[in-house]
């Protein structure tokens, strides 16, 4: 069985701070893929990022930066110089690998709320 | 715009009354996914669906039903026997080959 772990449930940070969101899974499946996802208070789950077990390399988009370390099974999320718009629940997410037309099911870590202040 | 369309956004049902969300995608994506997500937790699956005509039980299927009648609708419908049905449920969908899920708006229910 997979897990995902959030253990930072609330972050507040004050506009223009970074803000590192943790994430740590277990999974004992050799190959999967890791998501984070966004949900401001309109309720919907948006994409940010998906990466793959085999691809450890570090990526950066615009503000948005992940750090992907197999060894400690951990994929944070880091947002540079946060803006009152990034408030929203970040979760980030794990499935394992499924042949060509099965469907993924999503192991979800419990979010972490976060909260940029003005 | 292609995307997935939730409906109704806001619902409140009566004890003991079945509910129905619809939940409707034009992205022409295989599979199909109901979730539940309760206050301050993540989400968990309730049901999915990978090609028409068939579907799967998720970790809480238990007083929830789906049908898959056609590629782009999967609605969910919340039965009597569901006994905490409170809850913001999500409907999301994923091509085939494509190892990422993409989500709705969300609909609340509410029980009155």
């Known amino acids: 069985a997979q897990k995902v772990t959030q253990a930072q449930t609330e972050i507040s940070v004050v506009e223009k701070e970074d803000v590192t969101l943790d994430c740590v899974y277990e999974?004992?499946?050799?190959?999967?893929?890791l998501f984070w996802y966004k949900q401001p208070p309109s309720g919907e789950l948006v994409f940010l990022i998906r990466r793959n077990s085999f691809d450890e390399q570090n990526e950066i988009s615009g503000r948005y930066s992940w750090n992907f370390q197999k060894s400690t099974s951990s994929f944070n999320f880091t947002i540079t110089a946060s803006q009152v718009v990034d408030s929203a629940v970040y979760f980030c997410a794990l499935t394992i690998w499924a042949p060509s037309g099965s469907a993924r099911q999503l192991t979800f870590g419990s979010g972490t709320q976060l909260t940029v202040l003005p | 715009d292609g995307g997935i369309t939730q409906s109704p956004k806001y619902l409140f049902r009566k004890e003991g009354q079945n509910v129905t969300l619809s939940c409707e995608q034009n992205l022409n994506h295989d599979a199909m996914y109901w979730y539940r997500q309760d206050p301050g937790q993540g989400l968990r699956l309730i049901y999915y669906s990978q090609i028409v005509n068939d579907f799967q039980k998720g970790d809480i299927a238990e007083g929830y039903s789906v049908s898959r009648e056609k590629k782009e609708s999967f609605p969910l419908t919340v039965t009597s026997a569901q006994k905490n049905p409170t809850a913001f449920y999500l409907c999301?969908?994923?091509?085939?080959?494509?190892?990422?899920?993409?989500f709705g708006e969300g609909s609340w229910l509410t029980v009155v």
């Open positions: 999974t004992r499946d050799t190959t999967y893929y």
């Open positions: 999301a969908s994923s091509t085939r080959e494509w190892n990422t899920i993409y």
